[in-house]
């Protein structure tokens, strides 16, 4: 079977922890970053002939080197080179959000960009343009309400679209 | 931008709430959070959320807070709200 | 496929500006040139973090063999761009990142007009409005003290009957069932333990109310509002700001009110804030006023406790403004910006966890600190001085402690008090707040003679008493509610009966003032506001703020608070308000 890595980013509060417990369900498994006292929660699925690993890196507002989850996170990104940084954004504080996408992509990674709890920036009547995004960014952008597990099936065509891409 | 947040504090001749700065300087809420957390880790900025450490054995009232394990500290600290003022030195030269 | 993504075709990029990048490129130049380099890290980020002085990077690369020269020429680059730009890269580079996404986000991010207010916009304006909000706060704290007097009392003579009569009764019969009736050690127990703790114990239904509507409104989010505008008064007065927050926190305790002042990042700010929050009324003080505010004022309790809090904060305030002006002449104080969290409805799982712990906080410190001092207090009430009486069967008003508070009490004379019992209360008060109440209640409960039940009720019987009469007290207490807005459904003669304590606290205090009993009262109040909080606070100012300042500020509370009872109670004589 095919292998693939993704790793999850994003604020704390951003809702990481939902997008990372609908993508895996109960193959989920927690442990330290090696070390660290850090929490490590690493996840599988499978789909489409592919055994998926999620790691969820830990919730970080830069990738500067000011904290140890900070330096955590990037060092995965470097080192680790997962094939997919999904970036998850609280879609009504984008602009703060943003901040940590843009180090991601300085990193090199390949990403997507999730604009999760899009209901709440709907409420406030905050509306994004997400084709436009995804244009001036360069990366897919799929929006969720991950712990209601609305829009997860777009996230993960998003994810095979890439896997096929990577592995072609 | 940043700089601008930085200067605006200066200028400031009174307090300000976060959501009045995010106004005058028209930036969005959350960016401005962000804009002062960065001033904060370069020591620019003093943040202060009015929760001084209390000693491991004050007798107050004699550890209640820990001995029930409702909280790790004091009970009377209430969550006071965040506040950023500028640190020691970022004063600007001209008020010594 | 909805995305029209591009799938990572070009990297993403940042321009950081020419001088920058001129940098930048120059040492991506040279990481390509290194092959160990290359394969572990993308260039142009390695070259971004060295501009950035990234401390994990240097630390890395030191690693790495022939990165010196990468480093020593990022080094020259940093110094360089420093030199051109005027402040740090890494400060310079993360204001191009805001700025870049701050003109996306206005491309993709359509939101409704600042210029419209939200509901919580609405009620920032009012509350925070630059006239309006000291009375708006005003009127809550009024509110507060409103409710918590009004709807605590039917509780407060509940636990004191609880107390008094049950509790009372069981401690007797099980101490004469172990043999010890008829014992010093049956006195230690009624006139020490359930006299002194139990004085204190009564107030718990006060606190618990109190400490309810201070939780609402600091989960309200109002509370933060109220620490805005008196720190933009302070700031006016140029006071520190900040120093508001430690004093709301004095409101519940003293101890973490000074412990708070630590986070003000100048040292004179420190002192003189730590020197102004014991004038907060804490906790362990609203006992006091509730209990005096009940005997003298029945009528206006609630707002005869709201001026003691407002005294407080008034003294602080002033004494804050001539201290500046003089002792601690400083630098302008610089302005801050605060975070105001959302209004939202309070929980009542939030209230009461709040709630619980803080009475849970002053139910302890009952049976440890007051135990301790009660039991300590029964000794010195117990020993005769004079050669009268033996050990435990001596006249109170001949005992050790009455000897000594007797010697002290012609200090108080000119404040309206001066009773042995009143000045030793004052004294033992050092120790805390509630052992002023303690005291008074032993000193006068061992007065009074025992009364005599003529039919002890059964074990049973006292049980259902309590759970009836529980019931009467919120039954009255949902009663007394309409009181607030004027409604009084209690009706005159349901009103309650003054205890033993408060017959005997009213006698003594309208003997030693010739008649004038409620000005020695709030004489009595305002000495107890002002004066040395507690021992704890005591440590607290020793550890945070020296030995001269603490000496300072426990001599310089004596001084005001004989000072300003003097004051109300000579000034309301010579108002002719007695």
Partial sequence: MKKLTIAL??????????????????????????????EKKEGHFQKDGYEITVIDLPGTYSLTAFSPEEVIARDFIIDEKPDVVVIILD???????????????????????????????????????????????????VTTVASKGEGISDLMDCIMNIANEVTK | MLALVLQELQKSKEPLSVAALSKKLNIDQSALEGMLDHWVRKKRLIENNAQGEMPANCAACSGHARSCHCSAQ???????PKTYSIAAGERGTDND | MKNQALLNKKPFEINYGQE??????????????????????????????LLESDEDIAQRLSAIPGSTELYTEAQASVESLKKILGDDVDILMADQRYRWINSLVKEVVMKPDQSILTNSDKIDKIVTNRFLGIPIFLIFMWIVFKLTADVSAPYLDWVEGVINGPIARWTTSFL???????????????DGIIAGVGGVLVFVPVLMFLYIALAVLEDSGYMARAAFVMDRLMHALGLHGKSFLPMLVGFGC???????TRTLENKNDRILTGLLVPFMSCGARLPVYVLFASIFFPKNSGKVIFSMYLLGIVVAILLGVI?????????EQSAFVMELPPYRIPTLKGVWRHTWERTGAFVKKAWTIIMATSVILWFLMSIPTGGQGSFANTEIGNSVFASVSKAIAPAFKPLGFNSWEASGALVTGFVAKEVVISTMSQAYAAGEPDEEVEETPTFLEDLGEIVKSFAESTLDTIKSLPLIVGVNLLGEEEEAEPTALMDAIKESFEESSNGNGWLAALSYMVFVLIYTPCMVAIAAEWHELGAKWTWVSIFGQLFLAWLLSFIVFQGGILLGLG
């Fill in chain 3, 20 to 49: 920058t990048e001129t940098e930048i490129n120059k040492l991506v130049k040279i990481i390509n040139q290194t092959p160990t380099l290359k394969s572990l890290y993308p260039p142009r980020w390695l070259a971004i973090k």
């Fill in chain 1, 91 to 141: 879609s009504a504080n984008l602009e703060r959000n943003l901040y940590l996408a843009v180090q991601v992509l300085e990193l090199g990674a390949r990403g997507i960009a999730v604009l999760n709890m899009i209901d709440i920036a709907d409420s406030r009547s905050i509306k994004i343009n997400k084709e436009q995004l995804s244009k001036l960014v360069g990366i897919p952008v």
């Fill in chain 3, 323 to 331: 201290f500046k002006r003089t002792l601690f002449k400083g630098k």
């Fill in chain 2, 74 to 80: 004091c009970p009377f600290i209430a969550r006071m």
């Fill in chain 3, 176 to 190: 004469g069932w172990i043999g010890l009736g008829d014992t010093w050690v049956v006195s230690l127990f009624m």
């Fill in chain 1, 9 to 38: 980013a994003g604020n704390p509060n951003a809702g990481k922890s939902s997008v990372f417990n609908v993508l895996t369900g109960s193959r989920q498994h927690v442990g330290n970053w090696p070390g660290k006292t850090v």
């Fill in chain 3, 254 to 260: 003293t101890v973490p009110a000074i412990y708070a």
